[in-house]
């Protein structure tokens, strides 16, 4: 069983920084691809950053120039820089894994998310 746990979020003041970690773990071949979305209340999940394993990146034009994703492949990890935090990012933020291959098949798994948010 593949399990995403993430880590990082919290509160923080705007202008401020945060770092989300998200690690895979299980009987994992390879990952195809590995980012974060979020869903702010009220509103629908959205796509904030992806990375493929060949470390080619996609961003969400909201966070172009203030978000960074990174990704670990010997961790099966992918972390998501954030800083010049602004209200509007406020939500919580969900790992996505695209494409694991493992003993079973080629699947899709969400992490449970982790709340972030910005106030003064």
């Known amino acids: 069983q593949v399990q995403l746990v993430e880590s990082g979020g919290g509160l923080v003041q705007p202008g401020g920084s945060l770092r989300l970690s998200c690690a895979a773990s299980g009987s994992i071949f390879s990952i195809r691809a590995m980012g974060w979305y979020r869903q702010a209340p009220g509103k629908q999940r959205e796509l904030v950053a992806t990375i493929t394993s060949g470390v080619s990146t996609n961003y969400a034009d909201f966070v172009k120039g203030r978000f960074t994703i990174s990704r670990d492949n010997t961790k099966n990890t992918v972390y998501l820089q954030m800083n010049s935090l602004e209200y509007e990012d406020t939500a919580v933020y969900y790992c996505?894994?695209?494409?694991?291959?493992?003993?079973?098949?080629?699947?899709?798994?969400w992490g449970q998310g982790t709340q972030v948010t910005v106030s003064s």
């Open positions: 996505n894994a695209a494409g694991v291959h493992t003993s079973t098949g080629v699947r899709n798994f």
